[in-house]
């Protein structure tokens, strides 16, 4: 019987055993696939993160930076304004240099390190 069928029937087998090989071989492999995808995608995603830290930490930086310069344009301000050189009382002029030393750009200003804890 087996030699009477026909060629189309002949093809039509050897596609089906070709699928089926196909099949399991996509089977067999999927899981290192899988993982090469996985790897693949946290690598990426490493990558960006890192991007992001690094971008915000400029972006802190250029914060920052604008603050200080806005403090010190503040500071000149008030000691160039009219009545700047009258005298104040000793514990306002305390409290105002704490306040001042508490940021960045002048806790190394020798006016700052006469208070114990300016940081």
């Not at 699928?19 to 696939?33: E, F, K, P, V």
């Amino acid at each position: 019987m087996i030699p009477s069928l026909k060629p189309v029937v002949w093809a039509a087998i050897a596609v089906c055993l070709l699928l089926a090989l196909w099949l399991a071989y996509r089977a067999l492999t999927a899981d290192s696939r899988t993982e090469a995808r996985l790897a693949r995608n946290q690598a990426e995603s490493a990558a960006q993160s890192g991007a992001d830290a690094v971008n915000a930490v400029a972006g802190a930086a250029d914060r920052e930076a604008a603050s200080d310069a806005i403090t010190r344009t503040n500071e000149k301000d008030i000691r160039n304004a009219e009545g700047a050189d009258a005298a104040v009382a000793a514990p306002a002029n305390d409290a105002g240099l704490r306040s001042l030393c508490r940021r960045r750009v002048y806790r190394d200003n020798p006016k700052c390190l006469q208070f114990a804890n300016p940081r």
